[in-house]
């Protein structure tokens, strides 16, 4: 074999798959306009009419009509950008795209004429069994743009644009539920995510007011069980309370510490989770957990640390088999009760926090600490890794 060849030949596969992703974009841009743009509104709405809620199709004629109108435009569309892409460069390699847009095209017609009646991969018929992936536009994920929030959830095939433009996770309406709340960060994201449309339901263990509007909860440590019912119908439960014992180390402060920050936290996990019980849930519940950075740094309060530590470990484990998505919120020192020597401010925190489960990050990392962004992701890569290789 003529290894000089090699660099030639990786270059025409990364130019081959270039032309893919530029492809799927078109196909995302037409998507996006099928939503604002007047003369392909008509199209793209015989394709949200075409399928129920369980994505089998509410009529064999509106099925055909909708793949006439916007699917077969919509490869068309693709094929033309691919062509003139290939045609202006004169990469021959380019034409795959052409190729690739023949892949869609194809099938649209022949379901557009009743000749082929086998719905592509993202619409198939029955429950949502897999997590909406964090890369790849899987069914769960689609079904979000069908069924949760039709202005967000636009890409096709990769989640670039929708990562590029925050629409990776509606936030519109959604009943959001957050521990902590009298803090600093919980005020800070109560006050961000009421920005964007969550209707906030506020958990707090203190007699503190809150605006009004907000729906207020209290809640005791060791009575988690009380929530049990609230929690049914809250689609993103953020789990942010905690304490902070700086430098006590008697038994008292051991015993206050992984109480409250690593078990409360853990059981009000495990009580959201066994709440997750129908197809839509899959796609629409998730769970933020506040495990912050000292999961990988010192934050000088070594029994906050152990206790932090311990929390962000389990949710690793329970990770591999939840039902539903979990987040991390990974933060560095911000100022707070907790932490009056914070540098950052919350309401910075909760907007990049916001920010980044937006374009659906599952570790959110907000911190001035380069280090972790860096370690962090080892850590957790590794860890999952363990736990998975030696638990089931
Ligand atoms: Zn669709
Ligand atoms: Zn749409």
Redo the contacts with the bound molecule.
């Keep these: 074999m003529d290894f000089s060849l090699l660099p030639q030949i990786a270059i025409q596969c990364l130019l081959g798959a270039s032309a893919i992703v530029f492809t799927e974009l078109v196909r995302d841009a037409y ?1 996006i306009a ?2 604002y743009w007047q003369p392909l509104k008509r199209g ?1 709405n015989l ?2 009419k075409a399928y129920r809620p369980d994505l089998t199709i509410t009529s064999l004629e509106m099925y055909q009509k909708a793949q006439l109108n916007n699917d077969v435009p919509e490869a068309i569309a693709m094929l033309g950008a691919a062509a003139i892409l290939a045609a202006c460069t004169q990469v021959s390699v380019l034409w795959i795209g052409c190729l690739y847009s023949l892949v869609f095209l194809i099938p649209a017609v022949a379901r557009s004429q009743g000749l082929l009646l086998q719905t592509d991969v993202t619409h198939k018929p029955g429950d949502l069994i897999e997590l909406p992936k964090p890369w790849i536009v899987n069914r769960t994920y689609h079904w979000r ?1 069908h069924f949760d929030d ?1 202005n967000a959830y ?1 890409c096709g095939h990769f989640t670039i644009v929708d990562k590029l433009l925050g629409t990776s996770l509606a936030l519109k309406g959604k009943t959001v539920a957050i521990t902590g709340a009298s803090g600093a960060l919980g005020q800070a994201l109560i006050a961000e995510l009421s920005k964007h449309g969550a209707k906030v339901v506020a958990l707090t263990t203190s007699d503190r007011a809150f605006a009004e509007g907000i729906e207020v909860l209290h809640w005791q440590i060791g009575a988690e069980e009380e929530l049990r019912s609230r929690l049914q119908k809250v689609d993103i439960f953020i789990l942010n309370h905690g304490v902070n014992v700086y430098g006590d180390r008697t038994p008292a402060a051991i015993q206050t510490s992984y109480e409250v920050n690593t078990f409360s936290t853990w059981r009000l996990a495990e009580l959201f989770l066994e709440t997750v019980t129908e197809s839509s849930h899959k796609a629409l519940k998730e769970l933020w957990i506040n495990t912050s950075e000292a999961e990988v740094n010192p934050a000088l309060s070594p029994l906050y640390e152990l206790s932090k530590r311990a929390l962000g470990d389990l949710i690793t484990l329970r990770r591999l088999d939840a039902p539903c998505i979990i987040r991390k919120l990974v933060l560095g020192p911000f100022k707070s009760q907790l932490n009056p020597y914070g540098v950052m401010s919350a309401s910075g925190v909760a907007w990049a926090i916001v920010a980044l489960a937006k374009r659906d990050f599952r570790d959110i990392i907000v911190t001035i600490n380069p280090i972790t962004y860096i370690l962090f992701p080892i850590k957790e890569f590794f860890q999952s890794l363990y736990f998975r290789l030696f638990s089931k």
């Design positions: 998507h099928g939503h793209h394709h949200h743009h039709q636009y």
